[in-house]
């Protein structure tokens, strides 16, 4: 499984360094899914994202966690000052004890500049319906997403 999500890694970036685009690298953070993001693109086109959720839980023995993620995604609507996208993901998500399983990611969300003098924050939010394949099963997950993100360049 760890070969298809690295397959859907190259993909993504293939595709996204095809794109002619003024890119601006952002660093993103979801203070609600305790979540980390670094992504590649700009407002004008499309979005390469690569992000992380890192969690401890101390019930059931204590239990971590890591999930990333890759996303493209493309705008659909929107203007300098915003954007309104849609896009395609996989993940892998690892819990321990447990063993990891696979997603793909369907993200829908917008992103604004809420602040004309701060040209590099960003407010995004997205809904990322995800198909989780696990142990056999695949499952569905609601996966709504508050950040807000901060341009590195």
Known sequence: MKKH???WVIIFSALFLSEKT???VRLGFYPFNNTLGV???SLRKANLELRTAVFYSSSDEGSFGLEPEVLATFRIAGNEFYRLFTG???GYGYNHPGS??????VPFGFEIKPVEKLPGFLIHTEISPA????????????QPRLGFCIGLQ
Do not use: N, W
């Not at 198909?131 to 609601?142: D, P």
């Open 131 to 142: 198909v989780r394949f696990y142990e056999g099963y695949a499952t569905l997950k609601l």
């Open 39 to 41: 992504s590649m693109g």
């Open 22 to 24: 003024e890119a601006q």
């Open 88 to 90: 395609i993901g996989a």
């Open 100 to 105: 990891g399983y696979v997603s793909a990611l």
């Open 5 to 7: 999500v690295l397959k």
